[in-house]
């Protein structure tokens, strides 16, 4: 059993193997699982589900190995909801034939339950044999029957329906972040939390050493303290309106999560020329060249947009003359992000907008910056990239 359990989480995607097999069967003769499906579902999920965008292959192939559950087995629950929909009101029986109701079995009831559902082609109300509502058949909801069984409400929170109920699917990793993904994606910036040059772990190394039998073995970790910087440049208005919300609430909660040493955050609208704004409002400047000669190559740039506008936008100047850096001339907004990438060691672009979209002025500006779609698979990738040491 568990051997095929596998293999249908390998044929999901899931990245398991022999030592999650081994290990889930350890679980089980330690009694882990506590000799029940439910206790199953959640050890198997924690041995062998290795990050959240898994969450829904793995209840896919729970829910068809243990029930043979499939897309038409769903569907047919479905309609018979809507079949349950709405009851009609029930009549009253008498005590003798509540008394005959009580005759049949359970086993005699599983058996009519299944033969009622291939033979039924539609809804009833206030009968006694069809699965309905309202009446005296042993299947249905809001009827008389007292020795049934109820289809419709109700219902415990047992491994299967929670399996079926497939609540992880926003974890999808190939979906534009949503605001149910934003603390999975978190975790990915946390990774840019702690850069420099290691610690020496004293615990870890004495214990090693020990483990050596007294031959040194040194132990590092990252340092305590966050020792990242980061300065973000975010497009507003226009075509980043379908995006704002979840934009606004990502990096919000990324600045309060105090996972750097520094986030300056800034706005922009389409394109920079020389001026950024600190409000979304675009009614606070800070001059571009000011930020960069405050700010060591060792900062992380992420610009956030859609990298979407007119082309005289990317290559002339800017629409409204204030926006410009009156110092620098005419400079074209290109030139900008230009300056903007060769001044720091590491950046990159994130990008809403699936990758299909990423022409014209979108596929200049991905020759200049490393251009990663607004998905968790796409921020791990550009964490990846903004990790990586050294000079580009």
């Known amino acids: 059993m568990l051997v095929d359990f596998l293999f249908d989480l390998r044929a999901e995607g899931l990245k398991v193997g022999p030592t999650e097999l081994v290990t889930l069967a350890r679980a089980l003769v330690l009694g882990l699982h506590e000799s029940t499906l439910d206790g199953f579902y959640d050890v ?36 018979l909801e809507e079949w349950l929909r709405d009851p009609a009101k029930m009549r009253l029986l008498s005590e003798e034939e509540r008394n005959a109701l009580k005759a049949l079995s359970i086993d005699e009831l599983r058996k009519l339950l299944e033969e009622r559902l291939r033979e039924q082609k539609g809804r009833h109300e206030g009968g006694s044999k069809w699965i309905g509502s309202g009446g005296t058949s042993p ?25 079926e109920a497939r609540r992880f699917r926003n974890y999808r990793s190939d979906v534009v972040l949503d605001v149910r993904a934003i603390e999975v994606a978190l975790r990915k910036l946390r ?13 870890e190394t004495i214990d090693a050493t020990a483990r050596q039998g ?13 020792n990242v ?3 973000l440049l975010m497009d507003v208005g226009g075509s980043m309106d379908p995006h704002a919300d979840v934009v606004s609430k990502l990096f919000s909660a990324a600045k309060r999560a105090s996972n750097f040493k520094r986030l300056e955050s800034y706005y922009f609208h389409n394109a920079i020329y020389g001026r950024v704004y600190r409000d979304a409002n675009l009614r606070e400047p800070a001059r571009v060249a000011d930020l960069m ?6 900062w992380k740039l992420v610009v956030l947009g859609d990298a979407l506008m007119h082309p005289s936008e990317l290559l002339g100047g800017a629409w409204d003359y204030s926006m410009s850096d009156r110092g620098r001339g005419n400079d074209t907004a290109l030139a900008w992000f230009q300056e903007l990438s060769h001044h720091f060691d590491r950046n990159a672009w994130l990008n809403p907008e699936p990758e299909g979209y990423w022409t014209g002025t979108a596929e200049m500006i991905g020759r200049v910056f490393p251009m990663y779609q607004l998905t968790l698979d796409g921020l791990g990738e550009a964490v990846r990239h903004l990790s990586r040491r050294g000079v580009r």
């Open 293 to 298: 000669h405050g700010m060591e190559r060792d």
């Open 191 to 203: 990774a840019l939390s702690r850069e420099g040059e290691p610690e020496l772990d004293i615990d």
């Open 214 to 226: 007294g031959e040194l073995e040194i132990v590092l970790r990252p340092p305590r303290k966050p």
């Open 44 to 79: 198997a999920r924690s041995l062998c589900v290795h990050r959240e965008g898994d969450l829904d292959a793995f209840d896919r192939a729970f829910a068809k190995r243990f029930r043979g559950v499939t897309v038409a087995a769903l569907d047919m629950l479905k309609v």
């Open 229 to 231: 910087k980061v300065l």
């Open 139 to 163: 299947f249905g909801t809001n009827g008389q029957n007292p020795a049934g069984v109820r289809i419709g409400g109700g219902g415990g929170r047992s491994a299967l329906a929670v399996a």
